[in-house]
T-cell receptor, first 111, second 119 residues
């Protein structure tokens, strides 16, 4: 069965510091991978998606970047965090059944 | 661009009763998928139910069922015999195929409905 994990679960970082959130999927190959952000409030915003190694599409201009160094690994990064980067970040993958499944999420607080 | 609207920011229901959450969407696509996700206090996003637009039959999953009205672009979620563990934020989501240089599908979410089940 497929599983998805992301870490760290909670992160408190000062403004201007770098960021690295990692996500891995197991039990499947060549999945579509996604990073979503849920800011205070409710809605989920798609940040990046990837259909293969090294293939990254950005949905919104921002202070963040994403990379996919391996088939089942998706990394969300920033060189210098802003206060506005605070939020709940969710990694997700799509399996052949055209359903998207989510990881446990990572809380980022920029102080 | 697709939009998903959930007109009820908050709802409450008594335990064991039935509640219906509303969702409408706007699209020019004919083939797409619709989902309801549940986000409990743990914040993990959990799939509740999905519906393929080409299927006329409404999807059901145990106590959860949908009323899919394609012409009206409506996709409501009915929760029967509500349980305390159903307390969560519920998100309606739309997915279409995006063929931009590769196979891909993207989810568009509504803003959510906070459901509270009272004992």
């Amino acid at each position: 069965s497929q599983t998805i994990h992301q870490w760290p679960a909670t992160l408190v970082q000062p403004v201007g510091s770098p960021l690295s959130l990692e996500c891995t999927v197991e039990g499947t190959s060549n999945p579509n991978l996604y990073w979503y952000r849920q800011a205070a409030g409710r809605g989920l915003q798609l940040l990046f998606y990837s259909v293969g190694i090294g293939q990254i599409s950005s949905e919104v201009p921002q202070n963040l970047s994403a990379s996919r160094p391996q088939d089942r690994q998706f990394i969300l990064s920033s060189k210098k965090l802003l206060l506005s980067d605070s939020g709940f970040y969710l990694c997700a993958y799509k399996q052949r059944g055209n359903t998207i499944y989510f990881g446990e999420g990572s809380w980022l607080t920029v102080v | 661009a697709q939009t998903v609207t959930q007109s009820q920011p908050e709802m409450s229901v008594q335990e064991a009763e039935t509640v219906t959450l509303s969702c409408t969407y706007d699209t020019s696509e004919n083939n797409y998928y619709l989902f309801w996700y549940k986000q409990p206090p743990s914040r993990q996003m959990i799939l509740v139910i999905r519906q393929e637009a080409y299927k006329q039959q409404n999807a059901t999953e145990n106590r959860f069922s949908v009323n899919f009205q394609k012409a009206a672009k409506s996709f409501s979620l009915k929760i029967s015999d509500s349980q305390l563990g159903d307390t969560a934020m519920y998100f309606c989501a739309f997915m279409k195929h995006v063929a931009s240089g590769g196979s891909n599908y993207k989810l568009t979410f509504g803003k959510g409905t906070l459901l509270t089940v009272n004992p």
